[in-house]
Structures are given as C-alpha cells and as structure tokens.
C-alpha cells in the first residue's frame, strides 16, 4: 500500500540538496556557529521580506512569542486575549510571563479570532491582544488594530504558521507591535531544527528583544535585566538564507494545492450534504495554507480509515486551550466557547506541501470518498 504523509520533509530538502549541503558546510569552516555575519545576514534578509525596519533571530518560535510580551512589558496581573484554538505554545509564552490569558471564541469559516467578540472580553487589565494567524490564513488586521489602537492595547502577532500571509497588501509580522515566526521543519519556511524570529518597527521594542534573548545583556557580562540565552544559531540561519528566496514560490504551489483540494472536493455527496466542510480562503488577505483542514463528522473514526488506506492526516488540535489542564484554574468549562469546542471535534488536516503531487491529491480525496460512503 502506497502511503501518502501528511507532510513530506524530505522532498524540499531533496530539490535544493547541493546548495544546502554547501550552506551547512561552509558554517562548519567558517567557526562562526553562533551569532555572527550569517546570523545578522539572515536576520536583514527576513526583515526585508517581510517589510519591517528590524528582524531579531531567537531560538523558537515558542521563545519568539515570550520575548515579545517580555518587551511590551507583559507581566503579572495583566491578561493578554487570544484564541483557544491554536497550539499551546501561544498560551504558554502568556502564562510564562505571569500574565493570564483571557480567551474569545473562533469563528467558524477561517477557525481565526471572532472580532465580533472580541470588545466585550477587554477589561482594565487587558494590556494586549495576541492574534494567530492559523494555519497560514491572516486575520482581518485592519479590523483588529483599530480596535487595539481604540483602547490602548499592544498587538503581538503569533505568525508561526502564515510566513509570507498577507494582510491588505501587507506581511504579516508587520502590522502589529511585534510579529513572531517559527522555523519549525514543518512551516512554510521551515529550519532543519528548531528557529524563530520577531519583526518590528519600533528600534526600542528590537533593542529590548536583543537584549532578553542575550541573558538580559546588550554588553557581554553586565546584564540589566533577567533575559534568557535564545539564539538561532548560524548553521540553521544558513539553511534558511538558502530557503526564503523559494518561499513565495513554494506559498504559490501550496495555494494551487488548496485550490484543487477544494474542486476535487466539491463533487462529494458528504460536502454537499454538510458533513464535511472545506476550509475557506479570507477576503482581502493572502491564505499560505500552512494547513489544509477539513471540518468532517466522526472524525476519529475517518481517520483511522484513512490511514488504513496509507493517507496520513493530522488532527490540528483536539482539544481547546480554555479545556486543558492546565488552565482549569481559570474556571472554564465545557460550553464556554462553542465554536472552538466544535471544531476540535471535527478538524481533519489533509496531507499539503509544496510538493505534493495531483496524482497524490487524487488518492487522497478518492480515499476520502471511499470512507465516507462506508
């Protein structure tokens, strides 16, 4: 049985394999491993793709989003809202710096923010907002920092999934106070390892993040305040100074592959019906479609179905931030946000990279067929 993964991290290493392995190997002679010119280079090469003044490396995508608030200020006793549906690491970087989160609901189409909802869950101690753009689909950011700007709150934008997503003609990671990105193998501008960075345009919020990600130190061994050691170190920024020039192409052939997903899709009795629902495509921004995530009934029971027949899918995410352990102090419960509540139930990441093939597509969508006629 042929097996179609949901993501293939093999095969974009395989296209650009020379110029990588020449990457790699030229920081290995050079013996500048962390920091240095490769490190700053990349960081000036991703500031200008995405149209801010300053780009910041770190170590994470999860490190990214806690240095951020830590340079707004963000500590305890205030609270920082945001979405319970996307990964926990947007909630942890909160919680990390003593702030609690404060959760409003999804709306169902783009599984982004509800903005209709958003107003009523700010309070005095609301300090900021925290928007994702999920799985490559940006939020209406014209909207949102209108509202921000109305009642004095700081904008981090969690843009882990969405390098190179658009917004009214702009990058995310460039409208709000800071932007923070993952290199993640699996992202659209994925590392060989773990990575991140934060976009700004403020030079007092770069300094401030320079110094945090540097033990809290813009000179070696006097420190001003307590930071942390979170650097991109030079072999992965290598990597990623080989792979950004390809990215925009790459988000081209990712959004080619949602749009045939979406007309191979539409024939099926069960998306006709409503049983399944193909995710959507925002008006007036840029979709890079990190994810393709259907919304199906009896989803665990599809599947295992599916792998059955060699589809790999992923379940992106199965339960919501406001249920999890680990927030139970908050005192939400089941009920509290419906609509993300829902969508955990139902969500079905099919298989989607660059390189995915139409006869691997096919497959897919014809196996998917084939279960839900069971």
Same mark, same amino acid.
């Given at each position: 049985?042929s ?20 990457s790699?190997?030229?920081v290995l002679?050079s013996?500048?491993? +962390?920091? &240095? ?8 090469q ?9 780009a ?15 340079a707004?200020?963000?500590?305890? &006793?205030d609270e920082? =809202?945001?979405? $319970? ?8 970087a ?5 702030a ?5 609901? =999804?709306?169902?189409?783009?599984? /982004?923010l509800?903005? *209709? ?7 005095e101690?609301? @300090?900021?907002?925290?928007?994702v ?5 940006p939020?209406?950011?014209?909207r ?7 009642n ?5 934008e969690?843009?882990?999934q ?10 995310? &990671? ?10 993640? $193998?699996?992202? /659209? ?13 403020? $030079? ?5 993040l320079? =110094?945090?990600k ?12 307590v930071?942390? *050691?979170? @650097?991109?170190?030079?072999? %992965?920024?290598?990597?990623? %100074?080989?792979k ?6 790459? /988000?081209?052939? @990712? ?6 997903? /979406? ?8 998306? #006709? ?8 495509? +925002?008006?007036g ?9 259907? @919304? ?22 199965p !339960? ?5 352990? !680990?927030?139970?102090?908050l ?7 419906p609509?993300?509540?829902? !969508? ?6 099919l298989?989607?990279? $660059?390189?995915?093939l139409?006869?691997?597509?096919d497959?897919? !969508?014809?196996?998917? #067929? ?5």
């Open positions: 049985m097996v179609i993964p949901s993501f293939d991290i093999r095969a974009q290493y395989q296209t650009l394999a020379a110029e990588l392995n020449e790699v190997l030229s002679q013996g500048h491993y +962390i920091g &240095g010119p490769v490190v700053k280079a990349f960081e000036t991703f500031a200008q793709y995405i149209g801010t003044e300053h910041v490396s770190c170590n994470s995508g999860t490190d990214a989003l806690y240095l951020a608030l830590r707004l200020d963000i500590g305890p &006793g920082v =809202i945001t979405a $319970p549906f996307t990964f926990f690491a947007t909630t942890e909160i919680s990390l710096t003593g609690t989160p404060v959760f409003v609901d =999804i709306e169902p189409d783009y599984f /982004n509800d903005l *209709n909802q958003l107003e009523a869950a700010i309070s101690r609301t @300090r900021a907002v925290l928007p753009h999920l799985f490559g689909c939020m209406d950011m014209t949102l920092m209108a509202i921000a700007q109305a004095n709150l700081r904008v981090l969690d843009c882990a969405a390098t190179g997503a658009c917004w009214a003609g702009q990058k995310v &990671g460039s409208i709000g106070d800071i932007g923070a990105f993952s290199f993640y $193998p699996t992202k /659209n501008l994925g590392a060989c390892g773990d990575g991140g960075m934060m976009t700004t345009n403020d $030079p007092e919020l770069a300094s401030r320079r =110094i945090l540097e033990h809290g130190s813009r000179e070696r061994y006097f420190h001003e305040s930071g942390m *050691n979170s @650097r991109l170190d030079a072999m %992965q920024a290598a990597l990623l %100074q080989v950004l020039p390809h990215l925009d192409t790459w /988000n081209v052939l @990712r959004r080619g592959v949602a749009e045939r997903y /979406n007309q191979l899709l539409a024939p099926l009795e069960a998306v #006709k019906q409503g049983t399944v629902k193909r995710p959507s495509a +925002i008006t921004g840029m979709h890079v479609w990190n994810q393709y995530t259907i @919304r199906v009934s009896q989803r665990d029971q599809v599947r295992t179905a599916l792998q059955e027949q060699g589809i790999g899918t992923m379940v992106y995410y !339960v919501p931030l406001h249920l999890q352990a !680990v927030y139970a102090s005192g939400y419960q089941p009920g509290s946000f609509v993300a509540e829902q !969508v955990c139930a139902e969500v079905l990441a298989p989607m990279f $660059p390189e995915l139409s006869a691997q597509q497959a897919v !969508v014809y196996a998917l #067929k084939d279960v839900l006629s069971l």
